[in-house]
Nanobody
Framework: QVQLVESGGGVVQAGGSLRLSCAASGRTVSNYRMGWFRRAPGKEREFVARMTTTARTYYADSVKGRFTISRDNAKNTVYLQMNSLKPEDTAVYYC??????????????WGQGTQVTVSS
């Protein structure tokens, strides 16, 4: 059973930065496409970023150039560095493995997420 624990969220002013972490247990993150998703208030969950097993990265257009996904294999942890944050980035952020289509979450279980709030 995979367990995902997200952390690092907080309240930040527009233009600021945050670094999110996703610690995984029960699965080795380097064996999966790992990604970040977010759910904003009143909206559907959306794909944010993913990293393939060969460390290629892909981003939603809305975050391209501002967010960077990375992983530490030794810590079995995936990160999301978020720079130049905007109020529209406000959401609960989750990590999960990503299916072959590149945007669909793979694991059936989710962590608790981490809240990111960007004030204008």
């Amino acid at each position: 059973q995979v367990q995902l624990v997200e952390s690092g969220g907080g309240v930040v002013q527009a233009g600021g930065s945050l670094r999110l972490s996703c610690a995984a247990s029960g699965r080795t993150v380097s064996n999966y496409r790992m990604g970040w998703f977010r759910r904003a208030p009143g909206k559907e969950r959306e794909f944010v970023a993913r990293m393939t097993t060969t460390a290629r990265t892909y981003y939603a257009d809305s975050v391209k150039g501002r967010f960077t996904i990375s992983r530490d294999n030794a810590k079995n942890t995936v990160y999301l560095q978020m720079n130049s944050l905007k109020p529209e980035d406000t959401a609960v952020y989750y990590c999960n493995a990503v299916g072959v289509d590149g945007t669909t979450p793979l694991f059936g279980s989710w962590g608790q997420g981490t809240q990111v709030t960007v004030s204008s």
